[in-house]
């Protein structure tokens, strides 16, 4: 006998209105999610239909139906707690641009650091499971093998550091909370996907090398790096993984604790990705200096490759689209 769990949960996703906020609102209200979730839950052996209501915040950009919430006023974010009683939250906003976050440091860890404790503070109080988006920049790329999720990291730069302080405050809150609690730091490398129209191609440092493959009519020639290897995941990869750890976490009550790490396995160096956009637009490399010696800037790290392990172990699908396919279909 088939047991039916109709089963109501109330997902948060701040930074909706950015590339992977965008994607994981998506991912959570596919009717193919929301209605019986991935078919069925072995262990109970029951269907799961599960009805994902989500609430996407944003700021700048909050058009309905996004609310907006400052993640930086204590005020916003208790009010929108308190009005919306989220069972998870997916905690995507940040200041992700690395220049930015250099030069204005107050308002980098006002959002990456204090916001981001205030958020771990609040669910950790009402029971709500809290995934924190990180990246890999937390290391300083010196491994030559693939980082585990209890390597140590040693960030380069300013955005690297405001992304691991972010870490340090959920891990010491959730620690205090007790080993019940449940939260995932999930760590991922260059995102890419469809990019807003208002803000275009250099909403990922992926996509913008579109333009750097257009623009055939550049006076001088642009500097593309061949020798750093990257590992561009799609935005929609990473959030079905957060949508199967949420249903883990906040629906069958599984013990979701802790650093994870996703990552697509395709090693692209920037020049390889601009010359397969050349290809597929038929434009020229003509204009594109390929940067073959290695970068003397030490701000940045030269080769990270998140391992995936404890996702695998724990049976999450960590499957990545193919690069080429994708922008073959998308270009
Ligand atoms: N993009 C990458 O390649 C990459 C790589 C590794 C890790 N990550 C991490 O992935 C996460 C998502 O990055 P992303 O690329 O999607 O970022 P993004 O496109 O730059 O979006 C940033 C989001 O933060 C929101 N935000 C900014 N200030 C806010 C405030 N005061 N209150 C509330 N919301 C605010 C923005 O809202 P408005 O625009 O509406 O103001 C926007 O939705 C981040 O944690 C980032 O560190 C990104």
């Known amino acids: 006998m088939s047991l039916a769990i109709d089963t109501r949960v109330k997902v948060l996703v701040t930074g909706a209105s950015g ?3 965008r994607a994981v609102m998506l991912e959570f209200q596919d009717p193919e999610r929301s209605g019986t979730f991935h078919g069925t839950d072995h262990a109970a052996g029951a269907q799961m239909p599960i009805k994902w209501t989500t609430v996407g915040a944003a700021f700048s950009r909050a ?5 907006k919430v400052d993640l930086t006023s204590k005020e916003s974010v208790v009010a929108a707690f308190d009005h919306l009683a989220p069972q998870a939250v997916i905690h995507c906003a940040a200041e992700r641009r690395p220049e930015v976050a250099e030069k204005d440091k107050d ?10 404790r205030l958020l771990a503070e609040l669910c950790a109080a009402r029971g709500i499971f809290l995934v924190y988006i990180s990246t890999d920049y937390v290391f300083d790329g010196l491994k030559p093998s693939a980082y585990d999720v209890d390597d140590v990291p040693n960030p380069l730069n300013g955005y690297g550091q405001s992304k691991r302080a972010g870490e340090i405050a959920v891990t010491e809150v959730m620690t205090a909370a007790g080993p ?26 992926v996509n913008i090398l ?14 593309v790096d061949d020798v750093m290897p990257r590992y561009p995941t799609h935005v929609g990869d990473v959030a079905r993984v957060l949508a199967d750890l949420t249903l883990r976490a906040a629906v069958k009550g599984e013990l979701v604790h ?19 956009f050349v290809e597929l637009l ?32 724990m049976g999450v699908d960590v499957t990545a689209r193919s690069f080429r396919g994708w922008w073959t279909a998308n270009l």
Do not use: C
């Open 19 to 21: 590339l992977l906020g």
């Open 63 to 67: 058009e309905p139906p996004l609310v």
């Open 107 to 116: 308002a980098t860890t006002k959002l990456n650091v204090d916001s981001t």
């Open 180 to 205: 019940n609690a449940k939260y995932a730091i999930m760590r991922v490398p260059v995102l890419y996907g469809e990019v807003s129209p208002t803000v275009g191609n250099k909403e990922s440092a």
């Open 210 to 223: 579109v333009d750097v493959a257009r623009n055939a009519s550049a006076d001088r020639p642009q500097a």
């Open 258 to 276: 802790g650093i994870f790490h996703y990552s697509a396995e395709e090693q692209w160096t920037k020049f390889d990705m601009t010359a397969l």
């Open 282 to 313: 038929g434009t020229t490399l003509d204009h594109i200096e390929r940067v073959t010696t290695p970068s003397t800037d030490v701000t940045r790290p030269k080769h990270v490759k998140l391992s995936t392990k404890r996702l695998r172990d």
